[in-house]
């Protein structure tokens, strides 16, 4: 099985199709099985629901790869206001979540191939409960994470401060 992975596409409205017709010829003619666009496909939720849903068209009437994604945080930027970053945050997880090329509630299971995915990025700004303080948030065992005598998880500032 082959599969092409690309992130950070960034599409606005008006380069849609332009984008389409590029990655069409980018996987065409390679055997390719499954485009996997990973985070970051368009500039808010209705450019990469606009993209998505025309990549898998324009591909469907012409080739055998199937596409997949993985929602990023751009993909989450609303293209107008928002009041409730809450209520807004979770539509748009569930509108993804109930999307049938998704990743994450729609994986790839071949027999010795499983394509799946995790949504990672958090905005801290969501959070509502009570504040917790920056040396609890970094404890491994807080976050249910098991502990292991290592530095790559969690571990300073500046994790904190990437929403990490």
Do not use: A
């Not at 984008?19 to 990469?48: A, F, N, P």
């Not at 997880?93 to 995790?118: A, E, K, S, W």
């Amino acid at each position: 099985m082959k599969v092409y992975y690309i992130s950070g596409l960034q599409v606005s409205g008006s380069k849609i199709l332009d984008k389409v017709r590029r990655l069409y010829q980018e996987v065409q003619g390679k055997g390719i099985d499954y485009l996997v666009l990973c985070g970051d496909t368009g500039i808010s939720m209705d450019t990469t629901e606009s993209f998505i849903s025309s990549l898998v068209q324009y591909f469907q009437d012409r080739i055998d790869t199937k596409v997949r994604f993985l929602p990023g945080g751009s993909d989450f930027y609303p293209s107008g206001k928002v009041t409730d970053k809450g209520h807004y945050f979770r539509y748009v997880m569930g509108r993804y979540m109930n999307h049938p090329n998704c990743l994450i509630t729609h994986p790839v299971l071949q027999r010795y191939v499983h394509i799946f995915g995790f949504f990672t990025w958090y905005d801290y700004s969501l959070y509502t409960g009570k504040p917790i303080s920056l040396k609890k948030i970094t404890n491994k065992s807080f976050l249910g994470i098991p502990i292991v005598h290592d530095t790559d998880y969690f571990t300073n500032k500046d994790d904190y401060l990437l929403g990490m």
